[in-house]
T-cell receptor, first 115, second 114 residues
Framework: ETGVTQTPRHLVMGMTNKKSLKCEQH?????MYWYKQSAKKPLELMFV???????ENNSVPSRFSPECPNSSHLFLHLHTLQPEDSALYLC??????????????FGPGTRLTVL | QKEVEQDPGPLSVPEGAIVSLNCTYS??????FMWYRQYSRKGPELLMY????GNKEDGRFTAQVDKSSKYISLFIRDSQPSDSATYLC??????????????FGKGTKLSVIP
């Protein structure tokens, strides 16, 4: 595997389910990010991790819970989601947190549908 | 006023046409200007980036930044059907604290018709 991978690629869940999204980067980077891409809206930064430590939470509801066990893996745990949470969830990584924005590499995303 | 404005399109052009994609912004702190290409069911991939004002050319693609007007453009010459995708502009401040904060436009969906 190369670059940034995400699993699953598609996920359908009910509002009472609990599921997790997984991201893995094979680039030796130290910073990882979760973004949300909704229809007709710009990409929104959700969480930022630097060397496994969370450095940013952009006022994301607590029904989204990130976890970063090491610099290569990032999870997004989901519970009691709402239909408006349906979106493409993108993971990205960069060599270091202070890297300029253009140095972020994105994964293919997980398409989430909440019924 | 939104920080970054981008016409969502869709934009449909015949093969071989010159395509012009644009974004305007309001935050003077932006120093890096990026264009991403996103194919259907894929993540964004960096196409080009420019630091501060000026032009940058890469093959059929030219990026322009006019900081005085807070306006950036991406030109695609001799457009191909394989250029059909959504194009996202993004911006970030100078490197350092907060430099990872990308502010995106909504994206313009481009279709190049054979």
């Amino acid at each position: 595997e190369t670059g940034v991978t995400q699993t699953p690629r598609h996920l359908v869940m009910g509002m009472t389910n609990k599921k997790s999204l997984k991201c893995e980067q094979h680039l030796g980077h130290n910073a990882m990010y979760w973004y949300k891409q909704s229809a007709k809206k710009p990409l929104e930064l959700m969480f930022v991790y630097n060397f496994k430590e969370q450095t940013e939470n952009n006022s994301v509801p607590s029904r989204f819970s990130p976890e970063c066990p090491n610099s290569s893996h990032l999870f997004l745990h989901l519970h009691t989601l709402q239909p408006e949470d349906s979106a493409l969830y993108l993971c990205a990584s960069s060599e270091r947190l202070s890297s300029s924005g253009y140095e972020q590499f994105f994964g293919p995303g997980t398409r989430l549908t909440v019924l | 006023q939104k920080e970054v404005e981008q016409d969502p399109g869709p934009l449909s052009v015949p093969e071989g046409a010159i395509v012009s994609l644009n974004c305007t912004y309001s935050n003077s702190a932006f120093q890096y200007f990026m264009w991403y290409r996103q194919y259907s069911r894929k993540g964004p991939e960096l196409l080009m980036y420019t630091y501060s004002s000026g032009n940058k050319e890469d093959g059929r693609f030219t990026a322009q930044v006019d900081k005085s007007s807070k306006y950036i453009s991406l030109f695609i010459r001799d457009s191909q059907p394989s250029d059909s995708a959504t194009y996202l502009c993004a911006m970030s401040p100078y490197s350092g604290a907060g430099s990872y904060q990308l502010t995106f436009g909504k994206g313009t969906k481009l279709s190049v018709i054979p």
